[in-house]
């Protein structure tokens, strides 16, 4: 089985809300999904298949990157918990940087719980910078939690 990156499509909503689902205490609903692909979005799969054409494909993640005005944001990534550790993450947020620099961004944001210390570590070694702090900006089950705000310069190859 190979593993590749293809974009998502509509049909696609059903796996990417059971990974999404599966992964967050506050996932995005399909109406958030469906709003990223008409607002045309880079919202990408993670998928494993025998070749592109594989209808037996499985998905085990998305990410979704918004490039604007020169700045990307990553707005999501997430690969379902039983394909974790095996390099898919950093494989889509690399994929992500690709197309934030393709399509002419200068610079790229995220958000983070400082209690997701596997995100966290995954961005810190990708070069992220914490250049801000929303404090209370995630519901928690307990109350709130602050985000980290990350960015990283997209330099030109
Ligand atoms: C964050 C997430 C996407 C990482 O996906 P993944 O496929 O497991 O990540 P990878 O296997 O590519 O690992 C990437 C890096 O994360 C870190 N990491 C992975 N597993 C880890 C663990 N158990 N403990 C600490 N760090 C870990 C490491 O730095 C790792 O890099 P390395 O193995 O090359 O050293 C995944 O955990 C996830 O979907 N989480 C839920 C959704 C989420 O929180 N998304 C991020 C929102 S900001």
Redesign the pocket.
Known sequence: MTHLIRPMQREDLPDVLRNERS??VYPWSEGIFEECLTLGHECWLSVFGNDSSDKTTITA?HGVLSVAAGESHLL????HPD??????????VEHLLKRAQTLRASVIF????PS????C??YE?LGFNEVDIRHDYYPTITGREDAIVLAKELLDD
Do not use: F, I, P
Request: aromatic share 8%.
């Open positions: 992964s967050y993640g999501n990534v997430c690969v394909w974790r550790g095996n390099g898919m993450g950093r494989v889509m995220l958000e983070v719980r997701n210390l596997m995100a570590k995954l070694t």
